[in-house]
């Protein structure tokens, strides 16, 4: 080994340790006169559970930003009012008759709820189990053949289903995908790309699964950087997409996310194709509730029959989801589920007005919540660290909901959007978090074990500078020294 290459280990060697050093008693007071956190804003709770004492705080109850900690507000909400082992279902029905001859002379209705685990790769069950049911139905059922058309009823929900309060850049990506009385395969398609040369524009291989009509305007280059950084921009409902942005050169196959432009549309189409595909025609053309409503051709309700029930995952299941891999979609359905419990017809505007009502209820915060969406996309939700700590203490003090909250939330060091957080520390075994992210934001909040207590631990930073991975160090040593003092 060279002078030279020794001289840098030994340098590495001597900055790491003095960027160890120089963590060594940080505590909030210390935290927050960081040189990287001057123009930040910052709130910090400590509540004892048991008392529901505040043991350790700073600027508490300022609002701030909290990125994804928003979905422990909504998660505990659906919780709280449906229980964990509430389900949700997908009717299907018919109009008019099913003849001797096996003919239905009539529409085949699938009326949605919302249901974000249908054909989902998160779900409890495999992606095309609900079409493998359908047909199954309509085999027993003796039907061979629909003389109308599949109607994909989607109007539980109010057709809002992209807040306008979420940024352009998010709009038409996999991870801010509409919210419709129809959710179909985490209303996520997968674009398929081949890359050439530095500076090339990238070629369009495919899209997986199909959608018809969907096109693109390609102004994606070809970069030497390793990373992705393509954006699929798009408004609901449109079948036209625009891409932007660079991924890596020379690559035969790299794949990016978009959301499904009109989801509830996709998925009649899709179970058309299946069951034409598996000798049961359909005469008519694919539509929704809609577009039908559109253009004034909805039908009254009570011309129909039931033909069967599909249910989604248990409540439970799908806050875990939310919660531990940050979810964006089941938030937003999980807020419409809650306008639900007060509304024949959601939104996310009735959510929100029924969320705030639960909480002011229970005692445990006023009108002060901003609250836009239900996954924290928006950048204009504002919560206090006080409030996500008094949330966190009323779910771990209801004997019928603590188990299935804390066990919705990931293990830091080891699973979820944490699993580099604290991952070298004794803190990892004693602690379940909840992380938030966007521009300029970090955020966690969750419960800190030591001996038989339980702490709600909660904390938003706003408007640091310098990177994200030295702001999560300095933030892992605020919380060794402020949780180990307790």
């Known amino acids: 080994m060279s002078a030279i290459i020794k001289l840098k280990y030994i340098i590495v060697f001597l900055w790491s340790g003095l960027c160890y050093f120089s963590y060594a008693g940080m505590g909030i007071s210390r935290f927050v006169s960081l040189p990287e956190l001057r123009s930040a804003s910052v709130g910090f709770c400590i509540m004892d559970i048991e008392t529901g004492e505040i043991v350790s705080s700073y600027d508490s109850q300022r609002l701030l930003l909290p990125a994804s900690a928003l979905k422990l507000l909504t998660s505990a909400t659906a919780l709280g009012i449906y229980g964990g082992e509430h389900r949700f279902y997908t009717d299907v029905q018919y109009s008019g008759h099913i003849g001797k001859d096996g003919v239905l002379y009539g529409d085949l209705y699938i009326q949605g709820c919302g249901d974000p685990t249908l054909g989902s790769e998160y779900g409890t069950r495999r992606v095309f189990d609900f079409r493998n049911r359908l047909l199954k139905e309509l085999e027993n059922a003796g039907i061979h053949r629909i003389e109308g058309c599949i109607i994909a009823d989607d109007s539980r929900f109010d057709t809002e289903g992209v ?64 990373i992705d950084s393509a954006y699929i921009y798009g408004a609901p409902f449109s079948l036209r997409r625009y891409i ?75 806050i875990r989801i939310v919660n531990h891999n940050s979810n964006n979609l089941y938030a937003e359905a999980l807020l419409r589920w809650i306008a639900l419990s007060r509304y024949p017809e959601a939104s996310a505007s009735k959510g929100i007005e029924v969320l705030k009502h639960f909480w002011k209820e229970k005692g445990v915060f006023g009108d002060d919540l901003v609250m836009y969406d239900g996954s924290g996309l928006s950048p204009v939700n504002r919560i206090s660290a006080e409030m996500l700590c008094r949330v966190l203490d009323f779910m771990a003090s209801d004997k019928n909901l603590q188990t299935i909250f804390y066990s919705s939330l990931p293990c830091p060091g080891v699973s979820g959007t944490v699993r580099s957080f604290l991952k070298n520390s004794s ?41 994200r991975s030295y702001l999560r160090r300095v933030l892992e040593q605020m919380f060794e020294d402020e949780l180990k003092s307790l």
């Open 244 to 318: 932007y942005g660079s991924i890596p050169e020379k690559q035969d196959r790299f794949v990016i996310k978009g959301d499904l432009p009109d989801p509830a549309l996709f998925f009649a189409n899709e179970m058309a194709s299946f069951l034409k595909a598996s000798r049961i025609k359909v005469a008519g053309t694919p539509v929704t509730m809609r577009i039908l409503n559109e253009n004034n051709k909805t039908k009254p309700l009570s011309d129909r029959s039931m033909l069967f029930r599909y249910s989604s995952d248990r409540l439970s299941d799908i």
């Open 163 to 226: 807040s306008p309060k979420w940024l352009w850049e998010d709009v038409g990506n996999y991870f801010a995908a509409g919210c419709y009385g129809i959710n179909y395969r985490d209303n996520t398609y997968r674009l398929i790309l081949r890359s050439g040369a530095k500076g090339s524009t990238p070629v369009i291989i495919g899209v997986e699964p199909e959608i018809s009509g969907l096109s693109f305007s390609n102004h994606l280059v070809s970069s030497s950087n390793a």
């Open 427 to 467: 803190l990892s075994k004693r602690m379940r978090l909840k992380s938030g992210s966007m521009a300029h934001v970090q955020s966690y909040a969750g419960y800190y074990d030591s001996g038989n207590k339980r702490y709600a631990v909660a904390i938003i930073v706003n408007n640091f500078s310098g990177s």
